[in-house]
């Protein structure tokens, strides 16, 4: 904490240094002052308390479809082999291509609405929790699932108390990664049409030259990433080490 600490305080100064030699305009680079009274003027107004809400609900919709669509796809990509030299082919071609180009097909499709820019958080995250389900199971030892078929497992036991579990460190991961790419992908929808949110703090801050404004919603935008990392799943991979006896490792 104090090395944290130290460090965004020397970040602080720098910007402030930078800021009281000039070399750019007071317009194009505001001082961090000017910056935490946008901040706090957006909270006052419930600007940014709308704009957060909003975000946050299209990015939870989308995250969720992908999670039930991911655990699916990898399932039947790890049981049917067909389903694997297939659509698992084609999940791992498409997993490259950024989310933003599924934009002017959504237009099409749903046309300036909200589906729209929930599709793309869907398809920001929807391949990498697919990838992450699937290199899960399939790295399961042998041993496992062979020594519960001996116990008795079958079907959805073998899955909740023995496959789940298992792979419970490549699920995690996989989504941690898709969060990071469904919300990147939300703000960057959210860039590209008037919809509320904090893309649209974004864009309005550049429409009215508000720099104080952009830079305040890119720290918002960077606060809630830190904080679901922090709160949400460094608390599922803390529970994970605990029971794993792993506290002492540095990775999983």
């Known amino acids: ?19 009281s030699i000039k070399i750019w305009p007071a317009y194009l680079f505001p001082s961090p002052l000017k910056v935490l009274k946008a901040i706090i003027e957006g909270f006052r107004s419930h600007i940014f308390i709308i704009a957060i809400l909003v975000s946050l609900r299209r990015a939870l919709i989308g995250f969720g479809i992908s999670i039930l669509c991911g655990a699916v796809f990898g399932i039947l990509m790890k049981k049917f082999k067909i389903i694997d030299d297939t659509f698992g082919k084609l999940v791992m071609g498409i997993q490259a291509l950024p989310s933003i180009s599924w934009f002017p097909l959504a237009i099409l499709w749903f046309g300036l609405t909200e589906t729209t820019i929930i599709f793309i958080a869907v398809m920001g995250s929807l391949f990498s929790i697919t990838m992450s389900v699937y290199s899960g199971l399939k790295h399961i030892p042998k041993i496992y699932i062979q020594t519960a078929r001996n116990m008795g497992a079958r079907r ?83 529970r994970l080490k605990k029971r794993w006896g792993l506290e002492g490792a540095e990775a999983l």
């Not at 904490?1 to 800021?19: E, N, P, R």
């Not at 939300?186 to 049409?193: H, P, R, Y």
């Open 156 to 238: 959805m036991k073998m899955l909740w108390w023995v496959l789940i579990p298992a792979a419970a460190p490549s699920l995690i991961v996989g989504l941690k990664q898709g969060w990071s790419f469904a919300w990147r992908s939300l703000v960057a929808g959210e860039l590209l049409f008037v919809s509320l949110g904090l893309g649209y703090l974004l864009m309005m801050g550049r429409e009215l030259n508000d720099m104080s404004q952009i830079i305040a919603a890119i720290f918002i935008i960077i606060l809630i990433s830190v904080a679901v990392d922090r709160f949400v799943f460094g608390i599922m991979e803390a």
């Open 1 to 19: 904490m104090f090395k944290q600490v130290i460090f965004y305080s020397a970040l602080l100064l720098l910007w402030h240094f930078l800021f």
